[in-house]
């Protein structure tokens, strides 16, 4: 725990640099001179290759749960999302061995370096962008689809609403449309869909993430075009990864129109073709 106290102590330091506001409250809780109680460390769940996956992630939900949620705005990490999985997974591992207050994008990336050895997954990055009052919100799950279903790992300070979803949806466009819901339970309006290209399981891979392929504006589309959209990139998305992890690029089909929902006959016509 010795290097976790000193990089706390080191990011306490860079925070109240970052953030002068933030050191009158530090002091005024300081001053209280409160024994705060220790949080206990986070104790990551032992797999059993004889249980069923449903179970499986439901326990990388809770190890993910166990971290306390980072209020601060400021990540305790360096993040990257323009590395490739090996960052990703090196980082993941930090953030498990440090045991610091994590936000979403820190639950994602936990949530794909430990089901990485899980067969049979498909795992991309949804994030999702809302108002309310004015204010603008990021959000980052990991959607997961194994079999037919889908649902969801990751860590939201509406934990209850915007965090896990269970492994139980038919298609993609079913999870949107619940977290879409729940949205709406906390009084904010959906503005942006965003969905990334397939986690590679290959752990030493330096090729770039992808993590917005897809940029819907769902506020200005109809549901069922959101539905239609979703529904064909289910389809495309390993055909897109696989192409550019071979050649470096996109597709052709894979054009600015596709990625913002403007899929036209003629796209889909090619991705088919392309396909076979």
Same mark, same amino acid.
């Given at each position: ?11 306490? %330091? ?6 002068? %506001? ?7 809780? #300081? ?16 797999? /059993?290759?004889?249980?069923? &996956? ?27 999302? /323009? ?8 980082? =993941? ?5 440090? =045991? ?18 899980f067969r049979g997954?498909?795992? #991309? ?27 969801? &790992? ?29 949205? =709406? ?15 590679? %399981?290959d752990l030493c ?18 549901? /069922? ?31 600015? /129109? ?12 090619? =991705? ?5």
């Amino acid at each position: 725990m010795g290097g976790t106290t000193v990089r706390l102590e080191s990011e306490h %330091s860079r925070l109240l640099a970052e953030n002068p %506001s933030l050191q009158r409250e530090v002091e005024s809780v #300081l001053a209280r001179k409160t024994t705060l109680k220790q949080p206990e460390y986070p104790k990551c769940p032992v797999w /059993d290759q004889n249980t069923p &996956i449903t179970k499986n992630l439901f326990q990388i939900q809770k190890f993910i749960t166990s971290f306390e949620y980072n209020h601060t705005g400021v990540s305790f990490f360096q993040l990257r999302r /323009d590395r490739g999985m090996k960052h990703l997974v090196n980082t =993941a591992k930090t953030t498990i061995s440090e =045991a610091l207050p994590i936000q979403c994008v820190e639950a994602v990336f936990i949530g794909v370096h430990l089901t990485n050895n899980f067969r049979g997954l498909v795992r #991309l990055p949804l994030s999702f962008k809302s108002s309310v009052d004015g204010n603008e919100y990021q959000h980052i799950v990991l959607a997961i689809q194994h079999g037919q279903k889908w649902g969801a &790992i990751g860590i939201s300070r509406l934990k209850h609403l915007l965090g896990y979803k269970e492994l139980k949806y038919d298609s993609l466009s079913l999870l949107v449309h619940e977290y879409s819901r729940s949205y =709406a339970d906390t009084m904010h309006e959906l503005l942006n869909v965003y969905v990334g290209l397939p986690f590679t %399981s290959d752990l030493c891979s330096e090729a770039i993430l992808q993590w917005r392929i897809l940029r819907l504006q769902v506020v200005n589309l109809p549901w /069922d075009d959101v539905k239609r959209i979703l529904e064909q990139y289910t389809k495309d998305c390993m055909l897109i990864l696989e192409h550019f992890t071979r050649e470096g690029e996109f597709p052709e089909f894979c054009t600015e /129109d596709y990625r913002t929902g403007k899929i036209s006959h003629g796209a889909r016509k090619r =991705a088919r073709s392309f396909r076979r």
